[in-house]
Antibody, heavy 119, light 107 residues
């Protein structure tokens, strides 16, 4: 059974940093690209970042470019996102999502981790 | 970036109704479109990929159609478990974008 378990969310002050993790199991992690998608309270889904299966290529939404980085450790089946210079508008539930083969749509999602940016 | 626009934003319907949700892309995305269902407090669930392909395990009452810039998700006979929010997503080109969502409510 595919499982994606996010962690690392919490309350952080504006300008602060946070590192999210997503522990994957139930599939060959190193064979699939992965993404982070967020959802602000009461709002819709926003794609945030993506990383290729081997970690060589990463992609970011304009709203986080230059502030967020994404990485993966295929030996640990874990996806990461380092979030720096956080803003109030980054407050959201962050979901880890697995792509389906070579296409950037998502067949499995985690339960999400809440990031709150507030003083 | 490609913009995705869903309509309506909210839809009130009864059990047994046929329901149609529309998703429009700001430029052609061929058939590179997915549909998701999300319930409160849960991550989204994949329903349809490549515009019209039903994900394994998804009930046959769900169907998708369209190509280019116009797409639809249809629920042929709405069931109690279908009251949720639905999102389209284009994966034709980076950056991958979602529609704003359509909430299906009980009438």
């Amino acid at each position: 059974e595919v499982q994606l378990l996010e962690s690392g969310g919490g309350l952080v002050q504006p300008g602060g940093s946070l590192r999210l993790s997503c522990a994957a199991s139930g599939f060959t992690f190193s064979s699939y690209a992965m993404s982070w998608v967020r959802q602000a309270p009461g709002k819709g889904l926003e794609w945030v970042s993506g990383i290729s299966d081997n970690g060589r290529n990463s992609y970011f939404a304009d709203s986080v470019k230059g502030r967020f980085t994404v990485s993966r450790d295929n030996s640990k089946s874990t996806l990461y996102m380092q979030m720096n210079t956080l803003r109030a508008e980054d407050t959201a539930i962050y979901y880890c999502a697995k792509t389906f083969t070579t296409s950037w749509y998502y067949d499995y999602w985690g339960q999400g981790t809440l990031v709150t940016v507030s003083s | 970036d490609i913009q995705m626009t869903q309509s309506p934003s909210t839809l009130s319907a009864s059990v047994g109704d046929r329901v149609t949700i529309t998703c429009r892309a700001s430029q052609s995305i061929n058939t590179w479109l997915a549909w998701y269902q999300q319930k409160p407090g849960k991550g989204p669930k994949l329903l349809i990929y490549k515009a019209s392909n039903l994900e394994s395990g998804v009930p046959l009452r769900f169907s998708g159609s369209g190509s280019g810039t116009e797409f639809t998700l249809t629920i042929s006979s709405l069931q109690p478990d279908d009251f949720a929010t639905y999102y389209c997503q284009q994966y034709n080109s980076y950056s991958w974008t979602f529609g704003q969502g359509t909430k299906v409510e009980i009438k």
